[in-house]
């Protein structure tokens, strides 16, 4: 079984950065491809951002583009989501998760983080 854990969010300004970290127990077939997702309130899930851990293959949401970027340290198993310009409406709580092949469809995931909060204040 393979854990996800999150780490980095919280409260910041419009216009401001923030790096959330995903570092996984484990590495399996079925942690080839790391996602973020984020779900705000009334909101359906989300796809953010996707990247293999190579970094080869990339998806990001029209939403974040220019804005936010993956990246993976293989070494300790930790893939991070740095969010710059940071909007209100980047508000949520965002989740990483691990799927086998690159998806934008939650459903497809097989582990998932617990998720942590990012609040953007205008």
């Known amino acids: 079984q393979v854990q996800l854990v999150e780490s980095g969010g919280g409260l910041v300004q419009a216009g401001g950065s923030l790096r959330l970290s995903c570092a996984a127990s484990?590495?399996?077939?079925?942690?080839?491809?790391m996602g973020w997702f984020r779900q705000a309130p009334g909101k359906e899930r989300e796809v953010v951002a996707l990247?293999?851990?190579?970094?080869?293959?990339?998806n990001n949401a029209n939403s974040v583009k220019g804005r936010f970027t993956m990246s993976g340290d293989n070494a300790k198993n930790t893939m991070y989501l740095q969010m710059s310009s940071l909007k209100p409406e980047d508000t949520a709580v965002y989740y990483c998760?691990?799927?086998?092949?690159?998806?934008?469809?939650?459903?497809?995931?097989?582990?998932w983080g617990q998720g942590t909060q990012v609040t953007v204040s205008s």
């Open positions: 998760a691990a799927v086998s092949t690159l998806s934008n469809n939650y459903g497809d995931y097989h582990y």
């Open positions: 484990t590495r399996t077939w079925r942690t080839t491809v």
């Open positions: 990247s293999d851990w190579s970094g080869e293959h990339t």
